[in-house]
C-alpha cells in the first residue's frame, strides 16, 4: 500500500516569486511518482512524472520535481510564478506494479499580484 | 488530441435512485478507471477495469457500484440506490498500458438529495 502526504493545503506566494510545493510518500515497494494540476471545473491534468532515470524531471510550463528517494520526496519547484499558475496540486504515487493512483489532499497555490 | 470525455458534467438525483456515468476513454486505452473527490477531500480511487473485467477496487467500491463496458467506446459507473454520501466528483481515466499515463476525465459532478 501507498500513501501521500501534502502538509500544505495553501501556499501564498507574490508572483515572479519561487515556490515549493512539498510531497512525501510512503511504500513498501518501488514507485513512479506524478503532479497533477486541477483547473476549475475541469479534470486531473498531468503537470509531469517520475517513472525511472533522471530524478529530476521538468514540465513545459516551467515547473520541475526532484525524486529523493531517500527522503521519499517528490517536491515541486519553480523559480518564478505567474499569476496564471493558481490552482490545486495534487502529488500522487503508484506502485510500480500496480495501476492505482493514489492521491495527496493537494496544495492550493495561491499567486497573488 | 485525445481526451477523455463524461458526461452528464452535473447530475442531481434523490436518494435512493440508480445513477450511470458515462464516460468515453481515449480509443486506443485498454485500461479504464474511475475515481471521485468528495468536496474539501482527497481524490480517491475507487476501481480499475481491464479486459472487461474489474482488476482492482477500493473498499469504497461496494455492491451499490458496478463497472460496464458497453460498447467499444463508453465506460459507465452505476451506483444502483444512491446514498446521501455519494456526492461527489466522479472521474473517470484511462491509460494506455498497465503503467502508461492516466489521463482524466473533467468529471461528474454527482449531486444526492
Known amino acids: 500500500a501507498q500513501s501521500v502526504t501534502q502538509l500544505d493545503s495553501q501556499v501564498p506566494v507574490f508572483e515572479e516569486a519561487p515556490v515549493e510545493l512539498r510531497c512525501n510518500y510512503s511504500?513498501?515497494?518501488?514507485?513512479?511518482l506524478f503532479w497533477y494540476v486541477q483547473y476549475p471545473n475541469q479534470g486531473l491534468q498531468l503537470l509531469l512524472k517520475y517513472l525511472s532515470g533522471s530524478t529530476l524531471v521538468e514540465s513545459i510550463n516551467g515547473f520541475e520535481a526532484e525524486f529523493n528517494k531517500s527522503q521519499t520526496s517528490f517536491h515541486l519547484r519553480k523559480p518564478s510564478v505567474h499569476i496564471s499558475d493558481t490552482d490545486e496540486y495534487f502529488c500522487a504515487v503508484r506502485g510500480s506494479s500496480g495501476d492505482k493512483l493514489t492521491f495527496g489532499t493537494g496544495t492550493r497555490l495561491a499567486v497573488r499580484p | 488530441e485525445p481526451e477523455v470525455t463524461q458526461t452528464p458534467s452535473h447530475q442531481v438525483t434523490q436518494m435512493g435512485q440508480e445513477v450511470i456515468l458515462r464516460c468515453v476513454p481515449i480509443?486506443?486505452?485498454?485500461?479504464f478507471y474511475w475515481y471521485r473527490q468528495i468536496l474539501g477531500q482527497k481524490v480517491e480511487f475507487l476501481v480499475s477495469f481491464y479486459n472487461n473485467e474489474i482488476s482492482e477496487k477500493s473498499e469504497i467500491f461496494d455492491d451499490q457500484f458496478s463497472v460496464e463496458r458497453p460498447d467499444g467506446s463508453n465506460f459507465t459507473l452505476k451506483i444502483r440506490s444512491t446514498k446521501l454520501e455519494d456526492s461527489a466528483m466522479y472521474f473517470c481515466a484511462s491509460s494506455a498500458g498497465l503503467t502508461d499515463t492516466q489521463y482524466f476525465g473533467p468529471g461528474t459532478r454527482l449531486t444526492v438529495l
Open positions: 511504500s513498501s515497494v518501488s514507485v513512479y
Open positions: 480509443s486506443n486505452h485498454l485500461y
